[in-house]
């Protein structure tokens, strides 16, 4: 089946640690995303990335990272640089930044 | 920078209600609007889009959208909810107009409405 798929859907990790979030489509699709989703905030963008070996900072990228480095790869490296990192974590992708983006299920990451 | 507002953080309303649910942007150039709809469990999903032509934009599920260029405006309405309606909406932006590059071109949201039906 076509999709996103973001693995692990659970996540937890000591304070201090550095964690990547996976994310794949096989969507054939140019643009990803990656958002953080908080209670009363919506979806705030991290990073995004509109072709390979390309991508730029969304509103909220200070201590995380992202590489593109396949088109249908688009991990996300949650930093010991982020203050906050416990949220739910949701990747997505389209055929291009002016078309709808179609969303993976989210990994819920807890930093204790 | 484009921003989203969505002013109704929280709905409750009773099955066959009528529904409408706010969004604004603030951007003047060209846009493409979104509704998405996440269900309690589920991942994001498409309710509908508009990104040119008639600005009533029908979606799934019984739900459309009118967007009013002079309002900035593109709220979401339904005529009678029904209880599998209970939801959270977003409302997102994506705009572009001359001079724009790279870094304008990104999917901006709201910060959401729950949505809560009472049977």
């Known amino acids: 089946d076509g999709g996103i798929t973001q693995s692990p859907k659970y996540l937890f990790r000591k304070e201090g640690q550095n964690v990547t979030l996976s994310c794949e489509q096989n969507?054939?699709?140019?643009?990803m995303y990656w958002y953080r989703q908080d209670p009363g905030q919506g979806l705030r963008l991290i990073y995004y990335?509109?072709?390979?070996?390309?991508?730029q900072k969304g509103d909220i990228a200070e201590g995380y990272s992202v590489s593109r480095e396949k088109k249908e790869s688009f991990p996300l490296t949650v930093t010991s640089a982020q203050k906050n990192p416990t949220a739910f974590y949701l990747c997505?992708?389209?055929?291009?930044?002016?078309?709808?983006?179609?969303f993976g299920q989210g990994t819920r990451l807890t930093v204790v | 920078a484009q921003s989203v507002s969505q002013h109704n953080h929280h709905v409750i309303l009773s099955e066959a209600a009528s529904l409408e649910l706010g969004c604004n942007y603030s951007?003047?150039?060209?846009?493409?609007l979104f509704w998405y709809v996440q269900y309690p469990g589920q991942h994001l999903q498409l309710l509908l889009k508009?990104?040119?032509?008639d600005p009533l934009v029908k979606g799934i599920k019984g739900f459309e959208a009118e967007f009013i260029k002079s309002k900035f405006s593109f709220n979401l309405r339904k005529p009678s909810v029904q209880w599998s309606d209970t939801a959270e909406y977003f409302c997102?932006?994506?705009?572009w107009g001359i001079g724009s590059n790279f870094g304008n071109e990104k999917l901006t949201f709201g910060t959401g409405t729950r949505l809560t039906i009472i049977p």
């Open positions: 990335s509109q072709i390979v070996n390309d991508f």
């Open positions: 951007y003047g150039g060209t846009v493409n």
């Open positions: 508009y990104f040119s032509g």
């Open positions: 969507l054939n699709h140019d643009a």
């Open positions: 997505a992708s389209s055929i291009d930044v002016n078309t709808e983006a179609f």
């Open positions: 997102a932006v994506n705009a």
